[in-house]
């Protein structure tokens, strides 16, 4: 027993160090110019051995992707759900969504680049993945929004639309970090998004 826990073990450690240099050489040269034996050369394993944990570049690009997804909203809901009130909600989902892209930039990059939306085989499978966990992450955005209009922290209009404006707000702000020299920590960009998100750019002085 002891030694089957040892070789899972085993296995899943060779097997993230696959997946964090797979993210690492497809960020730099894409994923048509990327490589398995350049893949199996950076984690240190032959390239026979790397093909006995993923059978092709495309399977390994597609689990890739998927279990940053996945670690992403698992990520970003813990955080959200580990404070109460709704304002407070708001600005952990904004510093969250930050936290994962200032830590996570190479998949970040592949993300924006949309490569995974256009691979031959899976992807109609990983294509609508994307598209499911993105919708499943605006539903649970929009939770947030309706629960804080019940409680009167929000004024009342459509949690949906308050949902999409947030959302699209942080979206902006890490693809300008992403694309610019990132000469400033995302962090910092927390307290504009709140202060345009929950007060407007609507000047009280009117003209």
Known sequence: MERSKRKEME????????????????????????????????????????YLFFESKEKLYTA???????LMYSEIRGAVNGVEKTIDKIEMLVRAHFYFVENNV????????????TLSMGNTVLRDKIIADYVSHIDF???????????????VMESRIM???????????????????KETPLGDKVDPVLDIFLKGVKSEVTG
């Open 11 to 50: 296995f899943q450690l060779r097997r993230n160090e696959i997946l964090h240099q797979a993210e690492r050489i497809f960020s730099a040269k894409g994923f048509y110019n990327t490589t398995m034996a350049e893949i199996a050369d950076a984690s240190g394993f032959a390239i026979g051995t790397l």
């Open 141 to 155: 955005i929009e939770g947030i929004m309706h629960r804080g209009i019940e409680m009167k922290s929000l004024k």
């Open 163 to 181: 949902a999409l404006a947030i959302l699209g707000i942080i979206r902006s702000f890490f693809y300008d970090w992403m694309l610019s020299k």
């Open 64 to 70: 890739m992707i998927n279990e940053k997804l996945d």
């Open 106 to 117: 190479d998949i970040c990059n592949l993300l924006i680049r949309g490569e995974g939306m």
